[in-house]
């Protein structure tokens, strides 16, 4: 793999569209390196990835990892960022970034926060001052981090809120955006990416996506899912948004990381997913694994000599057996970051597989097999994994 330097700061090649589903295999070219496609994008700074250092992660062959704007801006400060060659300089991380817009973090972290045109309101958790995220503040600090992409501040509204409130978030996250792209100083050398909004009602979905895509911008996230909504509302909102997104640009699908889920937006056309639940889980003691998850903790693993997947090429499998973790558990916080290890591996050795199935042209194939191995017996099939799958074709048996 050799390093790509384009000279636009982002290029989608599409190498394969699988002929059943919606899923398709891409090499994005980005201005550190180019990801491919379908990629699974872990969280690599600040707390979530604790002890994981940058070399681990591009050993794991992790293409692009995320960076928290909300605590990057507050510590140590973009400041301090910009002076360390941004955020690649800081970290000494030499492939990609994606940054977030802070908002997410500001609604879901901090208690007292106010929405008004202007921004986001809120109080300073480290000394209580008043702190206004506009969409010009969130993407000057992005600019600061130096992020390949950058997310526009949208209004997030939990997507079990009906009723007006969606409506407004959607139409005021169009007009941020317009700041937004207004505001981006390095369009040259980091990418702005729209966010769908619209809760789960597809009108304001579909016009959402209508006034988004006549924006120039490089790529587009599909946001306000995977907040606790009902899956059956989840995917359709997936498989509408991916049915309008333009096909030359890359999309990324927010909050996702379950294998499953993962799984089964490929199918409905999504590129690139987040989400923090491999490395949280890992905290306490759940390994991933093809057949769902393992309980490092649990007892019946105290005498068990195998690594926890026997199949898994990662550091931890190829060292430690589970009866090691089990005993490391109970005394040093070293379990967490070998279980954590793996857990990034299996996320990302899961995307390569799926890329390979859909270069391949057995998608299909590979997601039967993959269910059977997931759940002990068809009637455990998730019953909305089996219609969205349904809908893009694929009988699971
Ligand atoms: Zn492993």
Known sequence: MAAATVPSPLALRIVAECPVTKARACDLALPH?????????????????????????????????????YHLGMRPGPD????????????????????????FQMVSLVELSEVTEEGV?????????????????????????GSDIMMQL?????????????????????????????????????????????????QLRKACLNEMTQRDVPGFAIGGLSG?????????????????????????????????????????????????????????????????????????????????????????????SRAYLHALFKSDTAAMHHVTIHNISYQLTLMRSVRQSIVDGRFPEFIRTFMKRMFPSPDQYPGWAMEALASVNVALD
């Open 228 to 320: 606790g909504e009902e899956k059956d509302d989840f995917w359709r909102m997936v498989t509408l948004s991916t049915d309008y997104l333009p096909r030359e640009k890359p999309r990324y699908l927010m909050g996702v990381g379950y294998a499953v889920d993962l799984v089964v937006c490929v199918a409905l056309g999504c590129d690139m997913f987040d989400c923090v639940f491999p490395t949280r889980t890992a905290r306490f003691g759940s390994a991933l694994v093809p057949w769902g998850s393992l309980q490092v903790k649990q007892k019946q693993y105290a005498k068990d000599f195998q690594p926890i997947d026997p199949d898994c090429q990662c550091p931890t499998c190829k060292r430690h």
């Open 80 to 103: 301090l960022i910009e002076r360390a060659n941004g955020l690649h300089g800081f970290m000494n991380w030499k492939r990609n970034l994606l940054t977030d817009s802070g908002g």
């Open 154 to 202: 949208d209004d997030v509204v939990s997507s079990t809120v009906k009723g007006p409130r969606v409506e407004e978030a959607m139409h005021r996250s169009i007009r941020w955006l317009d700041r937004c792209i207004a505001a981006n100083k390095h369009p040259d050398r980091q990418n702005l990416f729209a966010i769908i909004q619209g809760g789960l009602d597809a």
């Open 33 to 69: 390196w180019t990801v491919s496609t379908p990629v699974f994008m872990p969280v690599g700074t600040q707390g979530t990835l604790k002890g994981i250092t940058a070399d681990q992660l591009e050993s794991l062959g992790c293409q692009i990892c995320l960076g928290n704007t």
């Open 121 to 145: 309101k809120f109080k300073s958790p480290y000394d209580g001052k008043e702190i206004l995220l506009s969409p010009e503040k969130s993407i000057s600090i992005q600019n600061s981090l």
